[in-house]
């Protein structure tokens, strides 16, 4: 059992937990994900590291409830409550090197698993202007940390109510039209957003890293459920990413099959509330 040792309301449906992972927390890298399980009927749920404690062995990571498992955990598992399995270190770490000024966008829940990644970059000795976005100021979260993490920092929201308003993309394109030298972009968030942004860098031919959140189940390469097509070939997200170039990445294929299961998990998700009505929602 692994133990929460926090949990934090830091959005809308979107929690913080610290859990107690001490071999994970001291082999962990930017960019790396964990496969957990909530109990022995649970399943199998990929989340991205986003920081690590040496002293405390505590992992954290930022979960959105979008569905049955990430609804479950936020409901039910609280401080000191145990998360049956945690396994990780999984995937390739992100490739942090000294590469000048790199911007690191990060739209919805994207902009937690960003932070690791800017924080490192910066640390490496790179120039980091960030770039992150939400629907509205409410759903904004980590902006805090992120501002930390980076050299300068850009706020966009769908409807203006905090920083510019419109689409992380949006920003993205004006700076580069205003002829600085970028050279790397991180983009993380909704797959819809890393492809704009790839096509956003595209024409500058700056690359573009995308980290890639396909269905995954065993986060081993065995299944091939996170199969994505990069340069035509076909990649395991879990092995040989999740980062790649986002301009090798064939997005369209990779919503489509993120769309394969929509109605079992609507359905799960509609047992899972008849079985467990609202209010009974525990926050530590
Ligand atoms: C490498 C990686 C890192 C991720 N990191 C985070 C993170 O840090 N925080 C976070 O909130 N979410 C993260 N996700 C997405 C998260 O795994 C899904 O939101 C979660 O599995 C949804 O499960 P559910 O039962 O609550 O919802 P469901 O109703 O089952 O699914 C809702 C949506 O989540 C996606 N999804 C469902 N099952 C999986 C699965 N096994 N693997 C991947 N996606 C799935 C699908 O797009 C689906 O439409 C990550 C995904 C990947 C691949
Ligand atoms: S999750 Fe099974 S091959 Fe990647």
Redesign the pocket.
């Known amino acids: 059992m692994y133990r929460i040792l926090s949990k934090e309301t830091v959005g809308p449906a ?1 929690r913080e937990y610290i859990v107690e992972a001490p071999e994970v927390a001291r082999a962990a890298r930017p960019g790396q ?1 964990l496969v957990i399980r909530l109990h022995e009927d649970g ?6 590291i ?1 920081d690590t404690d040496d002293a405390t062995g505590g992992i954290t ?13 936020g409901d039910r598992f609280g401080v000191g409550d145990g998360i049956l399995d945690v396994v990780g270190p ?2 390739e770490a992100s490739e942090i090197e000294r590469f000048g000024t790199v911007i690191c966008v990060g739209g919805g ?1 994207g902009i ?2 960003l932070f690791p990644i800017a924080r490192a970059l910066r640390e490496a000795g790179n120039r980091v202007i960030g770039i992150i976005g939400a629907r509205s100021q409410e759903h904004l979260f980590y902006e805090e940390p992120m501002r930390n993490a980076c050299d300068e920092l850009h706020v966009m929201t769908d409807d203006g109510s905090a920083g510019d308003r419109g689409f992380v993309s949006d920003k993205l394109r004006e700076i580069l039209e205003s002829g600085l030298s970028v050279d790397r972009v991180w983009a993380i968030g909704p797959a819809i957003m890393m492809k704009v942004c790839a096509e956003t860098t595209r024409p500058f031919g700056v690359k573009t890293i995308v ?7 065993d986060g081993t390469g065995m299944c091939g ?2 199969r994505v097509e990069v340069a035509g070939a076909a990649k395991f ?2 092995v040989d ?2 980062e790649f170039d986002a301009h090798e990445v064939n997005f369209d294929l990779l919503m489509s099959r ?2 394969l ?2 109605e ?3 359905c ?2 509609e047992r899972y509330k008849m079985r467990n009505p609202v209010g009974e929602e525990r926050d530590q």
């Open positions: 979107i994900f399943e199998r749920i990929p989340l991205t986003v990571v930022v979960v959105q409830e979008v569905g049955k498992t990430t609804l479950e955990m999984l995937g829940v937690a698993p980290s890639i959140n396909s269905v995954m189940i459920g996170c997200a879990c990413g999740p993120q769309a299961y929509c079992d998990e609507a799960s998700l």
